[in-house]
């Protein structure tokens, strides 16, 4: 995840220094863009929102769908119990557990790339092999953290 922040954390500095006037004699450059292409450069923009006690924003990356199930008895508890499990192993993990019906679905992670979440989908995979057959890698809107400071 930390390469990942630091690739965006460069591409938002170089459209800031592309419109900084270095000096006086020097033009401005003015990036005009459709908001779609700051979104994928991954510039937290004035878009950043706050959780508890740290700051994040969202942008399209990829979470480990861990469990979808659709057993009006059973799936709630479930997917609860999978979460407990992860939570428990992983601590800093952040999971999610959502209900589309008819489906609750419990995904895990906060990815920027594909091969990032492929990574811990086989740590994930190596600790639960239970839960092996049921993940896969989902695009999903993922919260990255804002260092403070920027």
């Known amino acids: 995840m930390v390469m990942g922040l630091c690739a965006i954390q460069a591409q938002t500095r170089i459209i800031e220094d592309l419109q900084a006037q270095k000096s006086d004699t020097e033009g401005i450059i003015k990036v005009v863009s459709d908001p779609a292409i700051t979104d994928l450069l991954g510039s937290p923009g004035n878009q950043t929102n706050s959780q508890g006690n740290y700051d994040y924003f969202e942008r399209t990356g990829y979470r480990i769908q861990v469990f979808m199930g659709n057993n009006p008895k059973t799936a709630r508890g479930e997917a609860t119990n999978k979460q407990t499990s992860i939570k428990s192993a992983f601590p800093d993990l952040a999971t999610y557990l959502t209900y589309e019906a008819p489906n609750w679905k419990l995904s895990a992670g906060d990815f920027l790339t594909r091969e990032e979440a492929a990574v811990f989908k086989q740590q994930l995979q190596k600790q639960f092999p239970e839960f092996g057959k049921e993940m896969y890698i ?6 990255i953290p804002v260092e403070k400071g920027e």
């Open 138 to 143: 989902i695009v999903d809107k993922v919260k």
